[in-house]
Nanobody, 121 residues
Framework: QVQLVESGGGLVQPGGSLRLSCAAS????????MGWYRQAPGKERELVAT???????NYADSVRGRFTISRDNAKNTVYLQMNSLKPEDTAVYYC???????????????WGHGTLVTVSS
């Protein structure tokens, strides 16, 4: 069994910063892409950023230049540094990872339970 546990959410004022973390644990052989998604009230879940095991990154246009995704492969952990936060960044942020549990299997997509980020004065 594999699980992802997010941390770092909270309340921040507009213009402020937060850093989210997501650690994978359990039966892990390798992790391919890791990423962050978010879902605002009344909206569909959307991509925020992804990062491959080799460090290639991809960002949504709405966060490019303000958010930075990174990962520590030795710790099976992905981070999201969020700067210059705006009220429209308010959402539940979910971690996602494509994980291979043993060499003979294909990857599975695993989701965390989410962490709430609220940007408000």
């Amino acid at each position: 069994q594999v699980q992802l546990v997010e941390s770092g959410g909270g309340l921040v004022q507009p213009g402020g910063s937060l850093r989210l973390s997501c650690a994978a644990s359990g039966r892990i052989f390798s992790i391919n892409v890791m990423g962050w998604y978010r879902q605002a009230p009344g909206k569909e879940r959307e991509l925020v950023a992804t990062i491959t095991s080799g460090g290639s990154t991809n960002y949504a246009d709405s966060v490019r230049g303000r958010f930075t995704i990174s990962r520590d492969n030795a710790k099976n952990t992905v981070y999201l540094q969020m700067n210059s936060l705006k009220p429209e960044d308010t959402a539940v942020y979910y971690c996602n990872a494509c994980i291979v549990t043993d060499p003979s299997s294909t990857y599975i997509a695993v989701w965390g339970h989410g962490t709430l980020v609220t940007v408000s004065s």
